[in-house]
């Protein structure tokens, strides 16, 4: 049985996330305690339980302790079957966070699964947004061989979430490494802007047109689609994604969310001050890329390496723990003002 403190390294909900993951994967019951023991709500949330619950009916798996607020859960998998399912989250909680937990089991399972995520938040605070998720995170792990699209049907904000998406995955049962070692020359600049039910204000356009402006100014000249959504009437907000795509496969992103007093330009120039920070740096992925790699790069057969300006938390905890469960080992180097990151 694998055994895991979750008090360890972030002592965050990452450590759950990946344990389950991983545990299923490999087929081996899971006992880990002291969930979420360093946060101000220690133990499940309702996102969360109910990722633990989805990578459940993935795998077959029996479970104990799956109740908000547990902080000590027994997980044991069967067969990872796929096939149609539907997670309700039933609060604003992260949708994206709950797509991570259960993306590398659909990797591997029996058949194509079809999941449809009801009663989130898409683009909530300590989150990706959801179209980070399609433009940049999904786009990097097809690389690797994972291929799988993500279908908006409704956009969700805090305080009351009410998302829905629709994840789709095609098994690939084995992982290729990856290798982004050099950033080489920016080729294409992109973005998404979205808002639901603020067309009357024009906060998609604002945002984006403030975003380009900024990125103009550094001689950038993005694309960026603005969607004026109306999908969810009992929630409105906004967000927006930015990438940068170069000769050398580098593919960075940044994003940021609309929140009651802020206005459009603030969410704007978030975003691109957080992507200028990986740019001015040549990283080959963004400080959020870099730890949601870790799972698919320890699964893979061979040596991947990327650069990335930041030794986060999430990518310490994450790389931990995949030594922990799998035997694989990585190595950290200091490269001037990056770090690379090389699984072994």
């Not at 019951?29 to 309702?46: D, F, M, Q, T, V």
């Not at 305080?159 to 789709?168: A, C, D, H, S, T």
């Not at 409105?236 to 170069?246: A, C, D, I, K, Y």
């Not at 496969?249 to 120039?269: F, P, R």
């Amino acid at each position: 049985m694998l055994e895991i403190d979750g008090s360890q390294k972030s002592g965050s909900g990452t450590i759950l996330r990946l344990s389950v993951a991983l545990a299923s994967i490999l087929g081996e019951p899971l006992h880990i305690y002291n969930i979420r023991k360093k946060r101000s709500e220690p133990g499940l949330r309702p996102q969360h339980l109910e990722s633990v619950l989805t990578a459940a009916k993935l795998c077959n798996a029996k479970v104990k302790g799956a109740y908000v607020g547990s902080q000590e859960l027994w997980f044991e998998p069967g067969e990872i079957f796929g096939g149609d399912l539907i997670a309700e989250i039933g609060t604003a909680g992260s949708i994206p966070m709950l797509i991570m937990t259960v993306l590398p089991i659909c990797a591997f399972a029996k058949h194509q699964v079809s999941l449809r995520i009801i009663k989130g938040g898409t683009d909530v605070r300590h989150s990706p947004t959801i179209n980070y998720m399609i433009n940049v995170y999904l786009r990097i792990l097809e690389r690797i061989g994972l291929k799988s699209q993500i279908d908006v049907k409704k956009y969700g904000y805090y305080p009351k979430g009410m998302g829905e998406v629709v994840l789709r995955v095609q098994p690939c049962r084995e992982l290729k490494p990856i290798r982004l070692e050099e950033f080489g020359e920016i080729i294409n600049v992109g973005g998404v802007s979205v808002c639901t039910f603020l067309a009357d204000r024009r906060v998609a356009e604002r945002q984006a047109k403030e975003a380009a402006r900024l990125l103009q100014t550094r001689g950038l000249t993005p694309k960026i689609q603005v969607i004026n959504d109306f999908s969810n009437p009992l929630q409105r907000g906004s967000s927006l994604v930015l990438w940068v795509e170069t000769d050398k496969g580098a593919l960075l992103g940044s994003d940021s969310i609309g929140e009651i007093g802020k206005t459009s330009e603030a969410v704007a120039q978030e975003a691109v001050t957080s992507l200028l920070e990986e740019l001015n740096a040549k990283a080959t992925v963004d400080i959020h890329m870099a730890d949601m790699l870790v799972p698919y790069v320890a699964l893979a057969k061979g040596e991947s390496v990327y650069l990335t300006r930041v030794i986060s938390d999430h990518l310490e905890s994450n790389i931990w723990l995949a030594e922990e469960i799998l035997g694989v080992k990585f190595h950290i180097e200091k490269l001037n003002t990056l770090y690379r990151v090389s699984r072994i």
